[in-house]
Each structure stands twice: as structure tokens, then as C-alpha cells.
């Protein structure tokens, strides 16, 4: 194996042309082949800074098989560049599968930073920043995504999440139900393009905003939610014998509910401890 071959994951722009770096045009020039999630996608961003390297296409579909290629040309001593639709490849695209094969088999992985959506959001959020969980796209269906939510509730960090155009509606709506309808949000959609829309509120008031405008149910969207607030103090011992017996017997809301009604005790901490029992 080449000390000179490397796969190289590149970011690119998530919406502005003029957010890619002189260094990934230069990398994207000099490989021998770049992996595109969508190389149609792609083409007009490799067009534009004069990128005529070979492309083929890696993506949820075909990325063991495809992985399997690259990884024989790495070894015979080529360079291989990594890219994705938009931002950072690997955070909720493509390519986790090739960087752990590679790196097991002590091929150079190289990283060319750049944008980045849930960085983007962040950093203009007004949101903490000290401490964040990125979680992706959640669950498609509603059961799902409400048991996913449930499971972030006492979360102290903030959450960023990914969302669809067509499900961000519900989303939102299972968000407030499951996080509390007023904790504070965000709602970043389209950065650095057009239309982009950076959005403050709660989760209840972002519901209402994007519900009543189909303009914001479209393009790429990133919602940061603030975290748990610190649950105030601790629970007697009373409170909290109570609490499991009825855990071991009710879902977890009216667990806390009844809990709080036998106790005299506060529901939304009884409802934060039971989380943390649950898991």
C-alpha cells in the first residue's frame, strides 16, 4: 500500500457554492476517484470549480458492495475522496461502513472539515453550545418517533435534530408532546441559501409558525431544541418507593401522574425520575 494513498471525507457546501474550501477543490482535483452520494447531485458542484475526476456513486443502497471497490483500489495505492449530497459526509449519510473498513485495514482516512448543518444551526442558534446531542433523523412513524422523544426528555444537553420537509409538522407537534410545549427551539431551515430561516420559540410556538406557512414544510431543515432543565432537588424516600411499584405496573407518564397524587410530590420531577428508573 502507497504512504501517499488516502481516503480523504470532504465536506461540501450545504447550499452556498462559495462556502467551499480551496483545499477541498484542490483534494477533489488531485484523487484518482471521488464517491458521491448522488453523482448527479454532485456534477453541478464538481462543474463549477472545474473538478473532472472520475465519479461513482456510494450510497445506503450499495455502499457494503461499493465500499469493497474502493477499498481494493486504496490498497493498490490510489487516492479516493468521500463526499456527500451536502455538509460533512457520515453525519446521517453515507460512508460510516467504508471509514471503519479502511481505517481496519490501515488505509490513511483524512479529514478535509467544512460545512456542516447541525454546526451551522448551532452556532447562530443562540442555543448552549457547551454541551450538544446530535440525533439525527428520528423515527419515520409517529409510535416511534414519540418513544425516541420520550427516551431525550431529561436530556440537560441541548438536542439537534434533522427533520424532512413533509414530516416536520408532526415532528414538531410529537416534540412538544413528548419535550414539553414550551421548551425553547429553534428552527433552521435552508442555511445559507435563499429562503434560509432561522427561527426562536417554543416548541409549541414553532409548531403554529411552520403549521400556517407551507413555505417553511420545505428544503433542509435542522431543529435544536434547549435541554432538561436540572431536575430542582431529590426525591424523598417515600416518593420514590412509591414511584417504582407503580413503574412496575403503568406506563411511565401515569406511573409519575398517580406518584404525584399519592405523594404530594411534583409530577414533572416525578416524571424526570422515572426516566432515569426506566433506563
Sequence with gaps: MSENSALY?????????GDMSQRAVEILQQVALIAAEDTRHSARLLQHYAVSTPCVALHEHNEREQS???LQRLANGESVALISDAGTPLLSDP??????????????????????????ALSVSG????CF???GFLPAK?????QRLAALAAES??????????????????????????????????LTKTFETVRSGTLAELGEFVSSDPNQQKGEIVVLVEGAPAVESALDAEAE?????????????????????????????????ALTMKK
Excluded: W
Aim: glycine content about 6%.
Design 9 to 17: 471525507i470532504v465536506a461540501t457546501p450545504i447550499g452556498n457554492l
Design 68 to 70: 469493497s471497490r474502493l
Design 95 to 120: 460512508g460510516f461502513h467504508l471509514v471503519q473498513q479502511a481505517r481496519q485495514q490501515g488505509i490513511r482516512v483524512v479529514p478535509v472539515p467544512g460545512p456542516s448543518a447541525v454546526i451551522a
Design 127 to 130: 442555543l448552549p453550545t457547551d
Design 133 to 135: 446531542k446530535f440525533i
Design 142 to 146: 409517529s409510535v416511534a418517533r414519540r
Design 157 to 190: 444537553c441541548t438536542l439537534a435534530f434533522y427533520e424532512s420537509p413533509h414530516r416536520i409538522v408532526e415532528s414538531l407537534t410529537d416534540m412538544a408532546h413528548e419535550l414539553g410545549a414550551a421548551r425553547a427551539a429553534v428552527l433552521a431551515r435552508e
Design 241 to 273: 418507593r412509591v414511584l417504582g411499584i407503580l413503574l412496575a405496573e403503568l406506563p411511565l407518564k401515569q406511573a409519575a401522574a398517580l406518584a404525584a397524587r399519592l405523594t404530594g410530590g411534583k409530577k414533572n420531577q416525578l416524571y424526570q425520575r
